[in-house]
């Protein structure tokens, strides 16, 4: 009657357009479950104004990054913006491992590789689109943390990130930020229970089957 039942940890990835809310949405999201695990990308562009290395990003140049990548220590790797980003495959393996899930913050590419990796089985993808293109501009400006030529750089890419929304469990319009991040949680919340990951869930069938045992 039990089965095995094995928690796995589940890979999610949250995709958007620059400037559409991704990173905001994510420490909300870490905020909430202490449980999740960030992974922290390494990449080639220069920390903004508060960021701190190991915690946003992993800033390096690009030998490191390209010696990262030979070395085979990238779960996904690709040039975003004329920089390269990419997921450091140990701490996931680590976290999966110890039955916990991962939150990626990384664009369509990385998505796409993470779903077709050797863990892709275990994903859940999300996309969050601006409820506007001048919404998004008006974001990244009022952001105050990218150049004007930055700033239009990642909007002339914003079209081709979007196109990429169907590939996607989940599409949500990110208007209101509080209504937003409540159905991200809904939808994490909803996706545990499908994948039989509720906490006591196994501890309970066996009980179960233990007081039937007993009755015979
Ligand atoms: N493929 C991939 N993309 C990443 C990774 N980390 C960040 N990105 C993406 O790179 C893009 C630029 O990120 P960033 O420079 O932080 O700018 P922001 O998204 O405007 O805050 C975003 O689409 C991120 O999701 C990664 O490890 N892999
Ligand atoms: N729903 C929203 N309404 C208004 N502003 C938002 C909303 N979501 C995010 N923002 C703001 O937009 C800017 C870009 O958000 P950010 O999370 O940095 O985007 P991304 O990580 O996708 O580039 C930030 O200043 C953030 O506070």
New binding site residues.
């Given amino acids: 009657m039990t089965g095995q039942q094995v928690r796995r940890g589940l890979l999610i990835i949250l995709?958007?357009?620059?400037?559409a809310g991704?990173?905001t949405l994510a420490r909300r999201l870490m905020a909430w479950d202490p449980a999740l695990t960030f992974?922290v990308?390494?990449?080639t562009?220069p920390p903004r104004e508060g960021e701190i290395e190991g915690r946003?990003?992993y800033f390096l140049n690009r030998s490191g990054f390209e010696g990262m990548v030979a070395r085979g220590e990238m779960l996904?790797?690709?040039e975003?913006?004329g920089?390269l980003?990419?997921?450091p495959a140990a701490p996931v393996e680590r976290a999966i491992a110890q039955g916990r899930d991962v939150l990626?913050?990384?664009?369509w590419?990385?998505g796409q590789?993470i779903r077709e990796s050797a863990l892709g089985k275990h994903t859940l993808s999300l996309f969050i689109l601006p409820p506007s293109i001048a919404e998004l501009e008006r974001r990244?400006v009022e952001r105050g943390q990218?150049s004007a030529e930055i700033i239009a750089r990642?909007m002339q890419k914003s079209r081709d990130?979007i196109s990429h929304w169907q590939e996607y469990d989940y599409v949500l319009v990110n208007d209101d930020l509080d209504e937003t991040e409540d159905r991200l949680k809904t939808i994490i919340a909803a996706e545990r229970l499908r994948r039989k990951q509720q906490p006591g869930l196994v501890e309970t069938v066996r009980h179960l089957d233990a007081e039937f045992e007993d009755r015979t």
């Fill in positions: 995709s958007s357009p620059s400037g991704k990173s992974s990308s390494a990449t562009r946003e990003y996904e790797h690709a975003v913006f920089n980003y990419g997921s990626f913050d990384v664009d590419q990385g590789q990244l990218d990642r990130e």
